[in-house]
C-alpha cells in the first residue's frame, strides 16, 4: 500500500476538507462499511470505513456530504511533514508538531493505558499505547 501524507487542517492524501463524498469514491473507491452517527445538537455525519486500508474517514454537512476528519490506523504508512509518524516516540512526535508551528499541546493518559496528545491549533490527536503510536484523528479548522 502507497504512503499517505496527512496535510493538518487541510486533508489527508489528495482529498481536502470541504470535499464532496463523490470526489472521495474518485480518490479512494467505495468504503468498505458505512454509518451515519447524530450528534447531541441533532446534526448528522456519515462514516465510512475503509478498513483493508487503515483508515476512517468523517463526512459534515447539510446532507453529510463534506469530507470534515480522518482517522488513521499504524498500518498504514502515514507521512506528516515529510516523517513517516507511525514510528515516532511521544517526545518526537511533539518535536515535530512544535518545530512545524504546533504549540496548543495537552496530553492524557487514559485509565485503560492509552496516551492521548492532543493539538488543539491542528485540531489532531495522536494515540499512544506503550509509548507506540496507534492511531491519528485530525480534522479541518472549521465547520464546513
Same mark, same amino acid.
Given at each position: ?8 487542517? =487541510?486533508? @489527508?492524501? $489528495? ?8 470526489? #472521495? ?14 450528534? +447531541? &445538537?441533532? $446534526? =448528522?455525519?456519515?462514516? %465510512?470505513?475503509? %478498513?483493508?486500508?487503515? !483508515?476512517?474517514?468523517?463526512?459534515d454537512g447539510p446532507q453529510t456530504n463534506r @469530507?470534515?476528519?480522518?482517522? +488513521? &490506523? ?14 515516532? $516516540?511521544?517526545?518526537?512526535? =511533539? ?6 508551528? !504546533? ?13 492521548? +496528545? ?16 496507534? $492511531?491519528?484523528?485530525?480534522? #479541518?479548522s472549521k465547520s464546513l
Amino acid at each position: 500500500m502507497p504512503a499517505f501524507e496527512a496535510e493538518l487542517l =487541510k486533508g @489527508f492524501a $489528495s482529498l481536502a476538507f470541504g470535499a464532496s463524498n463523490t470526489e #472521495a469514491i474518485k480518490v479512494f473507491g467505495n468504503a468498505e462499511a458505512n454509518e451515519e452517527m447524530e450528534a +447531541i &445538537d441533532g $446534526s =448528522k455525519s456519515a462514516i %465510512w470505513h475503509y %478498513w483493508s486500508k487503515g !483508515f476512517t474517514l468523517f463526512f459534515d454537512g447539510p446532507q453529510t456530504n463534506r @469530507f470534515c476528519c480522518a482517522e +488513521i &490506523d499504524k498500518s498504514v504508512e502515514l507521512k506528516l511533514f515529510e516523517k513517516t509518524i507511525f514510528s515516532l $516516540s511521544p517526545d518526537q512526535l =511533539k518535536k515535530l508538531l512544535v518545530e512545524n508551528g !504546533f504549540k496548543e499541546m495537552e496530553e492524557e493518559m487514559h485509565e485503560w493505558g492509552e496516551k492521548r +496528545i492532543t493539538f488543539d491549533d491542528a485540531m489532531a490527536d495522536f494515540y499512544f499505547v506503550n509509548q507506540t503510536l496507534v $492511531s491519528v484523528n485530525y480534522s #479541518a479548522s472549521k465547520s464546513l
